[in-house]
């Protein structure tokens, strides 16, 4: 594509053409010089089926919860032990089972327990939330401290410690105030005999984080 924009004699825009690694540990962006790069606006080419043309995202955050147990004899355990891995576990059953990855699509977010690993003296539980709609968004954090606070009251304050960490946010927000760039896309799709399917992408793109970086994606 590049090299035909080169070379054709065709008239097109001021054209800048930027590469960054994959996004998939949330950092493909961190690097990126928004105001060297000096665009109005951008779209990031991705895999995916043809026509595909996306500009809404999950909001996104991690949440680690660490659980310190106490380990006894279990001959004399009663009204002593705290088995961390049956509090870790007790966690993931208070959460909204149908709020699964592998019970969700489309708009519907979800918690999806990436790790767990631990003994009875200490558990460790790996979360990551997801949802486009901010203030469901912001309803699962909530969610997920209500949990933890609960076991915090029923085990005590000390046994469990939450780390919840935003990743990033629905790049629709920072893209909707100019509907020229969608419009645009649409249009080029249909000039070449495709048929546009937009559709919200299930997952992150460094287009999220460079929408809210000031340039719109």
């Not at 149908?98 to 918690?111: A, I, N």
């Not at 767990?116 to 997801?130: C, H, M, P, W």
């Not at 629709?172 to 020229?180: G, L, N, T």
């Not at 070449?192 to 919200?200: E, F, M, R, S, T």
Request: glycine share 8%; hydrophobic share 35%.
């Amino acid at each position: 594509a590049a090299e035909f924009l080169l070379t054709t004699r065709r008239t097109h825009a001021t054209l800048k053409i930027g590469f960054t690694p994959d996004e998939e540990i949330g950092r493909g962006a961190d690097r990126f010089d928004v105001k060297g790069f000096a665009a109005d606006y951008a779209y990031t080419a991705d895999g995916g089926p043809i026509g595909e043309l996306e500009y809404e995202n999950f909001n996104a955050a991690s949440a680690q919860v660490i659980v310190h147990g106490r380990n006894i004899h279990p001959g004399s355990a009663k009204n002593k032990m705290i088995n961390a891995i049956d509090i870790a576990c007790e966690l993931n059953g208070l959460l909204p089972a149908s709020e699964r990855p592998q019970f969700t699509e489309h708009y519907e977010g979800f918690f999806h327990c990436v790790g767990i690993k631990g003994s009875v003296e200490e558990a460790e539980i790996n979360y990551i939330i997801r949802d486009h709609d901010s203030e469901k968004f912001e309803h699962k954090k909530q969610l997920m401290w209500d949990v933890v606070n609960f076991l915090q009251r029923k085990y005590g304050e000390k046994v469990l410690t939450l780390t919840l960490k935003d990743q990033y946010y629905n790049m629709r927000k920072m893209v909707e105030p100019h509907p020229q760039v969608i419009e645009k896309a649409k249009r080029a799709m249909i000039e070449a005999g495709v048929k546009p399917l937009v559709k919200p992408i299930r997952g992150g793109t460094d287009g999220s984080r460079l929408s809210f970086m000031g340039l719109p994606c």
